[in-house]
C-alpha cells in the first residue's frame, strides 16, 4: 500500500473572476467544474476560458492522462483527462509520476471516490481536503502488473459495452413486437 503522495503530484483548482468577462470570452484553455464530470467516468463538456484567466487565477491545468477526482460538493465522481483541462476548486488532479500507469489510478479510483464520498465532510458543502487525498492509500503492484490490469478491465469493458447495445437491441425489438400486438 502507498499514498498518493508518493506516486503522484496532487493539484487542485480555481475559478477565474466570473466578473472579468475577459476571462470567459474568446477562450482557448478547457475549463472544468463537477458539473463536467459524467457518472461513467468521463468529461462531459468543457467551458473556456483565457490563457490571461488561468495565469490570473487558482486554476490549474490537469495534464492529459490525470485522473481528475470531484472533491467538493458532488463528491464520488471521476474522470480520466484525455486531454488537458483547468480546473475548478472542486475537483483534484492526481497527476502519476512515470512509473504509475496513469488509467492504473483511474481504476484505482473507484474505491477512492467511494472512499471521499463516505468521507467528506460539511452541511452546505461537502468534501475533504488536499491533505486527506494525498494520505489516501492504493495498492500499488510494479508497473508491468499496472499495465496487465489495465489491459484486462479494458477488454472487459468492451464485452460490457457490446452487452448492453445487444440488450439495447432486444429491447425495441420486443418493444417493436408487443406495440403490434
Do not use: H
Not at 3 to 26: A, C, F, H, M, V
Not at 146 to 154: N, T
Amino acid at each position: 500500500m502507498v499514498e498518493l503522495n508518493k506516486i503522484s503530484r496532487i493539484i487542485g483548482g480555481g475559478t477565474p473572476s466570473k466578473q472579468n468577462d475577459e476571462y470567459w470570452t474568446n477562450g482557448t484553455v478547457k475549463w472544468l467544474s463537477a458539473k463536467y464530470i459524467g457518472e461513467d467516468q468521463s468529461v462531459k463538456g468543457f467551458d473556456l476560458i483565457t490563457e490571461e484567466a488561468v495565469k490570473d487565477s487558482a486554476t490549474k491545468i490537469a495534464p492529459k492522462n490525470s485522473t481528475i477526482l470531484v472533491s467538493r460538493v458532488s463528491v464520488g465522481k471521476f474522470a480520466f483527462a484525455d486531454q488537458d483541462y483547468a480546473i475548478n476548486q472542486d475537483l483534484t488532479a492526481i497527476i502519476p509520476n512515470e512509473d504509475v500507469e496513469p488509467k492504473y489510478i483511474l481504476y484505482a479510483s473507484f474505491d477512492l471516490a467511494s472512499r471521499i464520498s463516505n468521507d467528506a465532510q460539511g452541511i452546505g458543502v461537502r468534501g475533504v481536503t488536499r491533505d486527506y487525498i494525498e494520505r489516501l492509500e492504493i495498492p500499488l503492484p510494479d508497473i508491468e502488473v499496472q499495465k496487465r490490469m489495465v489491459e484486462e478491465i479494458e477488454k472487459e469493458e468492451v464485452v460490457i459495452t457490446s452487452n448492453k447495445n445487444l440488450i439495447e437491441i432486444m429491447e425495441k425489438k420486443i418493444e417493436g413486437v408487443l406495440s403490434e400486438i
